[in-house]
């Protein structure tokens, strides 16, 4: 097995002896103000813009360059499927100038596009062990596991709640304190805020939220509420939603001991 | 009082956990702990942010250090801030302590050159 990290292009002229040695910098050669090649030739002590760049298609259409098929690759050791993995070339003549180019321009064998999928998907809404005199809240916690093999891919896969809130304090110290976010709207959750660290090309996703109010007096008549919804969406079809639980709404209302209702609740 | 003071003024008293006066008394977000070990939520990380997104473009060079702080806290606010700033929103998990994918190198180089681009 050899590591695929880069296979140079195989054109005529990129064997061109003119280009197949290096021209080092000479001490005669001056750099010319503004010319960015000489900047970087004695900058770096070799002048890059003489090594010939071709688009990857056009060599594959000269027949010099075929991608290695897909049965060929493996992924890296972690087998995470995101930008800038390291490819396995693991066909035995990988790497060689003529590796899949034998009897003519090697087929592309069609690679199916993954999706995101879910296995299963849980909001737990339950009273927030912070509540206190001060502190009227609620929690909820996300538990989702995503599908990842041939046809999908985690990374796909991304987290949205839409949410609102309305607060109001009828009697008591902070009486006249009012807020209200309503209609629901997207509160900027995504799979960034993964409270375990996971990363997007893991197959966990878990996360909470603690909405309320703090800084309350204990004799301050609440009159809270706040509704939400969570969705998992597929970022390669359009950010389609798979899948969606809620609309919830719960709410906290009175003095201390404040009165909670909507949870616990599991969907 | 340069910039550079007043955002490593905000990350210093933050990790000491001395918040700012809180503009509403509304929570929401997940929590996490500052390295003072005072529990937060993300809407108090925001509006300590707040203070650093008013100063501008000009804070962004003394915020992009804070990124690789251990603390998932500390940096959340740096990260809050740039995004707010800078209108880009690189992928970056917030509290993903190692970063073998080197998603806030490169966030960082995506902040960086918005930066020189509007210098």
Redesign the interface.
Known sequence: MRTFVHKAPQTAEAFHPVHRQPRMLQTHDKAIPGDTASSEAARWGYDFSRIPIYPRAEIAEAGHYAPPSAKDKSLDANG?D?G?IVVHDQSPDAGTPDAGTKGGAAPVAPVAAKKAGVQSFEVKWTENPAMSATNA?VRLDYTVKFKKDAAFDPALAEFRQN?F?K?EVTAGP?KG?K?DNSPLHD?NYS???????????DTNFV??????????DKDDVLDYSFTAEQMIIDTSDANKQIEKKGPHTVTIKGKHLRTVTGVPKTF | MTVQDTVNDVFHRLAAGDLAE?V?????????DLPSGRTV??STLQEEAGLLVVLGSAAVPYLLSWIMNDNAALRYVAIYALERITGEKP???????ADP???RTRAIEVWRAWYEAGK
């Open positions: 995470d995101d800038g809240r949410a809130h607060l902070h304190l807020d509160d799979r960034a805020d993964d409270t375990a660290g996971n990363a997007k090309t996360c909470n939220d603690n909405p309320g109010a703090s800084g309350l | 809180p509403s008394p509304i929570r929401e977000g997940w929590e996490t939520a993300r992928y970056l998990p917030y509290f993903a302590q994918e080197g998603h």
